[in-house]
Every structure is written in C-alpha cells, then in structure tokens.
C-alpha cells in the first residue's frame, strides 16, 4: 500500500515534467497536435501516469489501495504548491512585484536586519541607559527585602 502512495506521488510530481513528452508522442500518433485545452492536457497526463503507477505496483506484486493512489498522487501533483504555501501563506496572494516568495531557495544567513547603534533620540545613550535601569532592577531583586521570613525549604 505504500508502494502505491509513493509512487503516485512521483507520478502526480512529474505530470509537468510528463505532459510534453504526452503531446509529443499524440502528435506522432495523430499526425497532429491534439486539440485540447491546457487543464485537459494536463488532466490527461496526471491519469496516465497514476495509470503507470498502479501498473507497476501490480506488476511488484503488492496490494494496492485506491485511496493512497489518489492522495498519493495529489500530493505529488501539489506539492509544489503546498510547499510554497508553507514557506510563504501570504506568498500566495501576492504578486514577485510585491515581494512574494518566488521559490528559489536561498542560503542561511542573518534573519534579522542588524540595528544602529543611534536607537531613540539619536544620542546612543539610551543603550547605556538601559543597562544601568537592569543592572538596578537585578540588585533589588538580588537583596533579600525586609519582613520576609520564609526560606527556601518552606516554599
């Protein structure tokens, strides 16, 4: 059973790759292109190849389940996309004009875009002011207040 969802997926994956091959082999057999549209071109080409698939798996000599055919072989067919949705759900409705995920893959690098060092009234004292308010905030806290006679073990 999983050898049919495996390779429906492969199959459902290469239907672009597939549908010229398709064509030209109709228009050696035809004499002519087939007058299809582009979507029943590729409707065509996802059967035959899903057709493949189970061809095989039968020839193996395993069971086979119509149901991991078919998801298998949507996977496949949309993986593409359900990939790029993942990497980029707003990518989608956006156009490469807008900054949309254009499905190249990139190298790791810096997430974050580093920040100057002139933060808030252009001085580059407020970082010097921050650290002195925490460095404050952590000694009050270090110091045992008055009044409390609870210890460790008792809590």
């Keep these: ?11 459902g ?32 080409t996802l059967l035959a190849m899903l057709g493949l698939s189970a061809f095989i798996v039968m020839l193996a000599g395993y ?5 991991a ?16 949705f993942v990497r980029d759900p707003d990518g989608i409705n956006r156009t490469s004009e807008d900054g949309a995920w254009d499905g190249a893959l990139r190298p ?8 100057s060092k002139d933060v808030g009234d252009g001085t580059g004292t407020d970082d010097e002011a921050t650290l002195r308010a925490v460095g404050q905030a952590l000694q009050e806290d270090a110091e045992p207040s008055r009044g409390d006679s609870t210890k460790e073990h008792d809590r």
Aim: charged share 15%; net charge positive.
């Design 13 to 44: 994956y290469g239907v672009p790759f597939a549908e010229p091959k398709l064509v030209r082999l109709a228009e050696a057999i035809l004499g002519e292109a087939p007058v299809l549209a582009q979507g029943e071109l590729r409707i065509i």
């Design 108 to 115: 790791p690098g810096a997430r974050q875009t580093p920040r």
């Design 63 to 67: 069971n086979s389940s119509s149901l």
């Design 69 to 84: 055919t078919v998801l298998g072989g949507a996977l496949g067919y949309f993986g593409t996309r359900l990939y790029a």
């Design 1 to 11: 059973m999983f050898l049919s969802f495996l390779l429906a997926a492969l199959a």
